[in-house]
């Protein structure tokens, strides 16, 4: 990658996220008041409607509920193709994410992941993840 990545707008709803993945962690959103974990972050709970919420560190353990690969088009900071995953966090929610080091033959369905730091030339930190066999 010689390119520099786009990097996400940072506001007060996400800030904590990116924050927290700069620390090598995974971050998920959860009402306080229902408990109900939420991704991507955003203001209002779609439980019970609660703006009231902290966050949690996932173990970063899941399994690939859905994928795409991605060809086209080309950003710079990118290096392609690119394995696009849904995945089923352990923790009983669900995120999209780049699955890294691997070839898009071997991804399939309900293969075991496990996240890893993805770190670019200027220090920008992405949680992504990677079939756990090779973790």
Same mark, same amino acid.
């Given at each position: 990658? #010689?390119?520099?990545?786009i !990097?996400? /707008?940072?506001?007060? #709803?996400?800030r904590?996220w990116? #924050?927290?993945a %700069? !620390?090598? !962690?995974? *971050?998920?959103? @959860?009402?306080t008041d229902?408990k109900?974990?939420?991704h /991507?972050?955003?203001?209002m709970? *779609?439980e019970c409607?609660s703006?009231?919420? #902290?966050a949690?560190?996932?173990? *970063? %353990? *899941?399994?690939i509920?859905?994928y795409?690969?991605?060809?086209? /088009?080309r950003?710079p900071g ?6 696009i995953v849904?995945v089923?966090l352990a923790?009983g929610t @669900?995120?999209t994410?780049q699955? +890294? %080091?691997c070839t /898009?033959?071997?991804v399939d369905f309900?293969?075991?992941? +496990?996240?890893t730091?993805q770190?670019?030339?200027d220090g920008? !930190?992405?949680?992504?993840?990677q079939?756990?066999?090779r973790?």
């Amino acid at each position: 990658m #010689d390119a520099t990545r786009i !990097k996400p /707008p940072l506001g007060p #709803d996400n800030r904590w996220w990116w #924050d927290m993945a %700069n !620390k090598d !962690k995974l *971050g998920i959103q @959860r009402c306080t008041d229902c408990k109900a974990l939420r991704h /991507p972050p955003r203001p209002m709970c *779609g439980e019970c409607r609660s703006l009231e919420w #902290d966050a949690v560190e996932a173990s *970063g %353990n *899941g399994t690939i509920c859905s994928y795409t690969v991605l060809t086209h /088009p080309r950003f710079p900071g990118y290096d392609y193709p690119l394995i696009i995953v849904l995945v089923d966090l352990a923790e009983g929610t @669900r995120l999209t994410s780049q699955l +890294v %080091n691997c070839t /898009p033959e071997e991804v399939d369905f309900e293969l075991p992941v +496990v996240m890893t730091i993805q770190q670019d030339a200027d220090g920008f !930190k992405l949680p992504v993840f990677q079939l756990a066999e090779r973790a």
